[in-house]
């Protein structure tokens, strides 16, 4: 069984569900990044999504961007990222998803990713912009085992291609709430809910949602039916208005036990 299975089971037994916090590896630079990140777990992560900085993310909001953009001048490759895996999971039981565009990866060498993820303890990888139809020339090298390839789900998928999409997937499904990039503002939480109701039909992996979700009352109203949320651009944005403030891994708890408060429906 893997750490994420593991988790979401012992999640489901205390009547939680799992809060997936995400940051970008390196932001602002490895060793802040690293104190940032212990405190996420710490603090009340079930599971960590790290961010391979990438110079073109298509899919995020300017706060993610920007987050990229000082992590590359810090000199974070993936090389570093995996690096920081390693040392995270001599320190955590946390599952670790490493979140990517193809790029790094096609340029790293696929196979070569896949077993210096494995042997760092990376739980998985989110591919953003690979389709299904595409995935074959990463994947078909994997020799099993317990990593996870996560899967989107767009707001406008039909549920005949949701259905093929989790035949193909492990660990969970991440639901995009809106159409749209990280971070933006506007989260339809009625709509997200059908959304992940429609997509409950067709698959028996936990489903976790994200894109827009900033505050304990949306992660309360999407916990109900969700098994999972995921807060990115929230924590950038903390990261960010907090670069010179020497309290800044003391907010990062603060946040991270505010919104994992709202995932205990209890």
């Not at 593991?6 to 569900?17: H, M, R, S, V």
């Not at 990888?125 to 020339?137: A, I, R």
């Not at 809106?178 to 059908?194: H, I, M, P, Y």
Request: a negative charge; one cysteine or more; glycine letters at 8%.
């Amino acid at each position: 069984m893997s750490r994420i299975e593991q988790t979401f089971n012992a999640l489901k037994e205390k009547g939680e569900k799992a809060l997936v916090g995400f940051v970008t590896a390196g932001d602002p630079n490895p060793q802040m990044s690293m104190e940032l990140i212990r405190a996420m777990c710490r603090s009340g992560v079930d599971i960590l999504e790290l961010g391979i900085p990438f110079s073109d993310p298509t899919a995020d909001g300017p706060v993610i961007q920007r987050s990229s953009s000082r992590a590359l001048k810090a000199e974070v490759s993936l090389n570093t990222v995996l690096e920081m895996t390693g040392e995270l999971r001599n320190e955590t039981d946390v599952p670790i998803i490493l979140f990517s565009y193809y790029n790094p990866i096609h340029a790293f060498g696929t196979e070569k990713f896949y077993n210096e993820a494995k042997a760092a303890g990376a739980d998985g990888v989110l591919v953003v912009d690979l389709p299904p139809e595409e995935s074959d020339e990463m994947t078909g090298c994997w020799n099993g085992g317990a990593f996870c390839l996560i899967r989107l789900i767009a707001p406008t998928t039909p549920q005949s291609r949701m259905r093929m999409i989790a035949v193909e997937a492990g660990g969970f499904l991440y639901m995009v709430s809106k159409t749209g990039v990280t971070g933006s503002a506007g989260l339809d939480v009625s709509q997200a809910r059908a959304n992940i109701e429609i997509l409950q039909q067709v698959t028996h992996l936990p489903i976790c949602v994200g894109f827009g979700v900033s505050t304990a009352e949306d992660v309360s109203a999407l916990a109900s039916v969700a098994d999972g949320v995921v807060i990115g651009s929230a924590f950038e944005k903390l990261i960010e208005e907090n670069l010179d403030n020497p309290e800044i891994v003391s907010l990062m708890e603060e946040n991270v036990r505010k919104f994992k408060s709202a995932t205990q429906l209890g």
